[in-house]
């Protein structure tokens, strides 16, 4: 499957707008991220002209779930893409040919106060982590970043986490799904998690707060051909980027504000979830621990993947 | 045909979907489905007010419309020539039957991650869904209709020495039209639900785009809202083709029988 993408993608890859800027035309970039709440940075730096200021001209393609965005960046499609680390990990051991080159977010590392976390229904008799045991947890796609640290919060609380069947649920179908029973328990992000709240439920495990400390959930990547062929194009990225994560980490109220011109997420809904942070700087441990786990979790098949290929 | 023959079907449309918003008003107070995810009707309605009020959502029924209309008519024009060429020359006909039966029945959808691939969230990946699916409605209503030809007239067009434009012209034609203008009306209706399945998934920009904005968000009364148009647009599609056929086949049994009764 992975050899047909890329036989394919050589094959599309010949339109790609990435050419080096001439003085004062700024070079066009194009951008695959996923519309939640995770790449409000970009979207603020954008407003703020961090990325014109470096002779970018930016613009945001949305893929559905992320799909759409390693194919997007080996086409050139996209100069640039937003995925979680399991997956840039996944697609590594895989030997697609990409590099990460900014930190994208990561978890608030707060044990009660992070943006994503494993809910359950207000009654439910479930109370902690280790009663996720033998239960049916949804997650928006297995074999990667959710079930893995799921795992992990289990093993953690003193329950055995071979007994979980995971299902797969897109976010947004989560809240009904535990509503109506079909799961015994979802793990959400923003906003799904504060619509979960606000309807009774109860978050029963930060996942990603277990998994690591100051979790690097997901990152902005190139592919290696652009990184060879436009590697000043690469760097005013980089630092128009962290840039944009500095500033979203310093202004919270805009970055509330921005959300509501790529979501739909209401103005009630946007001023009580939980911010996800934003640091520039790559936490290599808890990637280090990532890739442990879905090692263990059978995410990555038979193979290991190889951080000095990926990370910067 | 008077007035009241043609009104009465009209009122049982109307009453049908004035039932439906009903039914979907009442049902979240029943309690068969929470409000949270199925909203009543008066809330949909509010928020299809606060969609027309945005730009965004212009451009979006905008981008749809166009991914539609260009899909359309790439697939309709490829299905009539190559449906004819083929059609007109039996050999043709047999040495492609067996590859058309095995190509048609491919779902669409399962080309997205090719789409993606070659065009990324690009307007070109919804075209590629959309003139796969509606084509292959083209071409067999194409062939179903030159299989039609009348074998007398067509040999009586060759005896009197007609050329092969000539006789496609005037005997080949006439007679597939009325299949052709049917398999437009299919590839229409197709054309529009591949168009939003491929903004849906893929995220190539539109309508379906919007409505999984909207999903992503948590936005239900804005993504059932989006939705309502897009089964307008379906609606206001298959009218429109509907009138293109009637005024087209104006000359034809089928449509002068129809007025007749």
Known sequence: MVAALLGAA?????????????????????????????????????????????????????????AAIVPGVLSGQFQFGFSNVTSLMLAQTQGVPIKVVANGVASTGKDGGDFGGVTVKGDSPIQSAKDLAGKKVAV?????????????????????????SFVEIGFPQMPAALAEGQVDAAWVVEPSLSVIKAQGGRVVAWNYVDAAPD??????????????????????????????????????????????????????????????QWPTEINKASIETLATLGKNDGVFGDKTPDLSQLLP | MTRAVRATPVILGLSGLTG??????????????????????????AALGDELAEGAFWAALWDTLLAWAIGLTIAVVAGIVVGIVIGAVPVLRALTASTIEFLRPIPSVALIPLAVLLYGTEIQSTLMLVVYASFWQVLIQ????????????????????????????????????????????????????????????????????????????????????????????????????????????????????????
């Open chain 1, 10 to 66: 050589a094959c599309g890859s010949s339109d790609s707008p990435s050419s080096p800027a001439d003085e004062g035309s700024p070079t066009k970039v194009t951008v695959g991220v996923i519309p939640i709440v995770d790449v409000a940075p970009i979207y603020l730096g954008k407003e703020k002209g961090f990325f014109s200021s470096r002779g970018i001209d930016l613009t945001m393609e949305s893929g559905q779930g992320g």
């Open chain 1, 140 to 164: 928006n796609t297995l074999k990667n970043i959710g079930d893995t640290t799921v795992r992990e919060s289990v093993r953690k609380a003193g329950g055995d986490p071979s007994t979980i």
């Open chain 1, 215 to 276: 979790l690097t959930v997901a990152t902005y990547f190139a592919s290696n051909k652009l990184m060879q062929e436009n590697p000043d194009l690469v760097k005013r990225f980089t630092e128009a980027m962290n840039e944009s994560l500095t500033y979203a980490s310093a202004h919270a109220d805009e970055v509330r504000q921005v959300l509501g011109t790529y979501t739909q997420i209401d103005q009630k809904t946007r001023d009580a979830i939980t911010l996800p």
């Open chain 2, 20 to 45: 439906l918003l009903l039914l979907v008003e009442l049902l979240p107070y029943t309690g068969v489905v929470s409000a949270d995810y199925l909203p009543p009707t008066h809330r949909i309605a």
């Open chain 2, 142 to 261: 194409v062939l179903y209709g030159v299989q039609d030809v009348d074998p007398v007239a067509e040999e009586t067009a060759r005896s009197f020495g007609f050329s092969p434009w000539y006789r496609v012209r005037y005997v080949l034609w006439p007679t597939a039209l009325p299949y052709v203008m049917t398999g437009i009306r299919l590839a229409a209706a197709v054309a529009l639900v591949l168009a939003i399945t491929a903004e849906l998934v893929i995220g190539a920009p539109g309508l379906g785009s919007r409505i999984a904005v909207a999903q992503s968000s948590n936005a239900v009364a804005n993504m059932y809202a989006l939705i309502a148009v897009t089964g307008l647009l379906g609606v206001a599609i298959n009218l429109a083709a509907r009138g293109v056929e009637r005024l087209l086949l104006s000359w034809h049994q089928s449509v002068r029988g129809e007025v007749l009764i």
